[in-house]
T-cell receptor
Framework: GAVVSQHPSWVICKSGTSVKIECRSL??????MFWYRQFPKQSLMLMAT?????????EQGVEKDKFLINHASLTLSTLTVTSAHPEDSSFYIC?????????????FGSGTQLSVL | SQQGEEDPQALSIQEGENATMNCSYK?????LQWYRQNSGRGLVHLIL?????REKHSGRLRVTLDTSKKSSSLLITASRAADTASYFC???????????FGTGTRLQVFP
């Protein structure tokens, strides 16, 4: 199946700094990628849809200026958590569809554990 | 907002036993999917069932869908310790690519 690579796997940063997370589709092109957030022992919450060459669409309640998304190419989307605070600590996961697949399933990156001190 | 509710929240069984997880959702769907997540990792797609299907099999997995009750179940037969993970159902939101995940079931299989 298709492979989605996400980096870094974990990051620890000081409060007030910005953190960038990369999501790459390795063997397919992804015009759309999805960013989710997950708290411990909870489900995934969709944060935003990243669209190649255009603005991301954010879910209700997600701050656009806080979570900057850039989808500059067909294989790369980035999520930047700006001025991170302890409450931003969470597990962030990206995903994408491979349009060559018949099923509408998503391929997920391995996730990024963000800890803000 | 989350669309799916799953039960049980947690399930502990012995190897060889069957595990059944249930998912209920709120709005009409085109398809329902099940994913597995090992602790601290990304999700892996297990199986997809379309709204016009009632049952589907894949190896030791059996999925049912009842659109009249807006519910689905995932059965794992002859469970193994390696099946220990969290399992999530996911439904599409209208005619979009977006998937909305259920609350998940944490399955523990003891050797």
């Amino acid at each position: 199946g298709a492979v989605v690579s996400q980096h870094p796997s974990w990051v620890i940063c000081k409060s007030g700094t910005s953190v960038k997370i990369e999501c790459r589709s390795l063997d397919f092109q992804a015009t759309t990628m999805f960013w989710y957030r997950q708290f411990p022992k909870q489900s995934l919450m969709l944060m935003a849809t990243s669209n190649e060459g255009s603005k991301a669409t954010y879910e209700q309640g997600v701050e656009k200026d806080k979570f900057l998304i850039n989808h500059a190419s067909l294989t790369l989307s980035t999520l930047t958590v700006t001025s991170a605070h302890p409450e931003d600590s969470s597990f962030y996961i990206c995903s994408a569809r491979d349009l060559r697949e018949i099923d509408e399933k998503l391929f997920f990156g391995s996730g990024t554990q963000l800890s803000v001190l | 907002s989350q669309q799916g509710e799953e039960d049980p929240q947690a399930l502990s069984i012995q190897e060889g036993e069957n595990a059944t997880m249930n998912c209920s959702y709120k709005t009409s769907i085109n398809n329902l999917q099940w994913y597995r997540q090992n602790s601290g990792r990304g999700l892996v797609h297990l199986i997809l069932i379309r709204s016009n299907e009632r049952e589907k099999h894949s190896g030791r997995l059996r999925v049912t869908l009842d659109t009249s009750k807006k519910s689905s179940s995932l059965l794992i037969t002859a469970s193994r310790a390696a099946d220990t993970a969290s399992y999530f159902c996911a439904t599409d939101r209208g005619n979009t690519d977006k998937l909305i995940f259920g609350t998940g079931t944490r399955l523990q299989v003891f050797p």
